[in-house]
């Protein structure tokens, strides 16, 4: 049984239709992640989900009940803003426990399971203070907790972790996996940040100006992904795109200003199948390699001269911001931690690791 199912659902404001058709659904108990850059409806269609936004069209189920039009307290859900939403008159503990205690529920269980998420979220030093008296990050936090206090069928969060700092970003990133784990229910989260979707996720969402691109496990979005958005959307440093033409001279490459780079066997039927020789290139910045360096056995190195712009030092890493011929393009190198700042000339690219993108469509080429 779906754990949440979204029928058709569209939304309109006026004669602007910003999601159109979304036919989705979670399982009971996954963690799946919605994930888009700003304004591509990700978030309106968690509002549709909790009813804080009525749908144009469609229906919403959760639990295997039609709730389409059901006010938010009767679906049985608790969600987290990107705002906070505190009780400016409550402290941290009341604003943690007050729908249990709305709900009738045994004091002892209240504060049992106000310590709990507490100290889940480094919380129990600040549970007498009011929201005025905390930080943003810690805010937020506070209205994390007064969701996981309650015992919903479905959790929603909306980005809740913007305000956090790095640090305290990636606990909470492995806190809530581990609270997935632990309570076992079905969880809707939205972020334009792809870490977290990567991270957590059992099942990613990539939408774009209100449509669904590609769903999958995190595996699937970043090694197969079904067109240019969601490849150069998912990735960090994002996937660098290089337009070029096929060239078959004794075996198949794609060639452009500033390289030739061999294609894969297994590019070479649907390569050959478009109807236009021009394409773009996909090339990730982790499968750039030093000239000297090592690979696996499947790797294919072809050598590619790099005009270096800018050298991230980042430990065993260097991001180097870098061109092309004259297309800027990001690489990131594996170096030794006290290699000095690499600079223009030849690098090795993992032609094994080579993306193609049907130049008209933006589909890729399998």
Not at 72 to 84: G, H, N, W
Not at 112 to 126: F, G, H, I, K, N
Request: proline share 5%; glycine share 10%; net charge negative.
């Amino acid at each position: 049984m779906s754990g949440v199912q979204l029928i058709g659902v569209s939304k309109s404001y006026g004669s602007v239709n910003v999601i159109p058709a979304l036919d989705l659904s979670f399982d009971e108990g996954e963690f799946v992640v919605i994930v888009g850059p700003s304004g591509c409806g990700k978030s309106t269609t968690l509002r549709m989900i909790a009813g804080l936004e009525p749908v144009s069209g469609g229906e919403i189920h959760i639990g295997g009940r039609e709730v389409t039009w059901a006010v938010p307290k009767e679906r049985d859900i608790a969600m987290v803003f990107q705002s906070y939403a505190l009780y400016p008159h409550m402290n941290v503990a009341g604003n943690m426990s007050f729908a249990l205690r709305l709900a009738g529920r045994p004091k002892a269980e209240v504060q049992e399971r106000v310590r709990v998420a507490a100290e889940m979220l480094e919380l129990t030093d600040y549970l007498h203070r009011k929201p005025k008296d905390l930080s943003g990050g810690q805010r937020q936090r506070v209205a994390m907790g007064r969701a996981i206090v309650r015992d919903a069928y479905c959790f929603l969060f909306d980005e809740p972790l913007s305000n956090l700092d790095a640090k305290l970003r990636s606990t909470m990133r492995t806190e809530l996996a581990i609270l997935h784990k632990r309570l076992k229910r079905t969880m809707v989260y939205v972020t334009h940040d792809q870490i977290e979707a990567m991270t957590m996720a059992d099942r990613i969402v990539v939408m774009d100006k209100g449509l669904v691109q590609q769903v999958g496990n995190p595996r699937e979005v970043y090694n197969k992904p079904v067109n240019r958005f969601v490849a150069g959307f998912m990735g960090s440093p994002s996937m660098n795109f290089l337009e070029g033409v096929l060239v078959d001279e004794g075996g198949l490459s794609v060639r452009g200003e500033g390289f030739d780079l061999p294609l894969p066997a297994r590019l070479h039927a649907p390569a050959r199948a478009l109807n236009d020789e021009r394409i773009t290139v996909g090339l990730r910045p982790e499968h750039f390699a030093a000239d000297n360096a090592g690979g696996t056995e499947e790797s294919q190195f072809a050598t590619v001269e790099l005009g270096v712009t800018v050298a991230e030092y980042i430990g065993s890493s260097q991001f180097l911001a870098a061109h092309i011929g004259e297309t800027p393009i990001t690489a990131a190198i594996e170096v030794g931690p006290d290699s000095a700042p690499l600079t223009s000339g030849s690098y090795r690219f993992d032609t094994s690791r080579i993306y193609l993108f049907d130049k008209k469509t933006g589909d890729a080429v399998f």
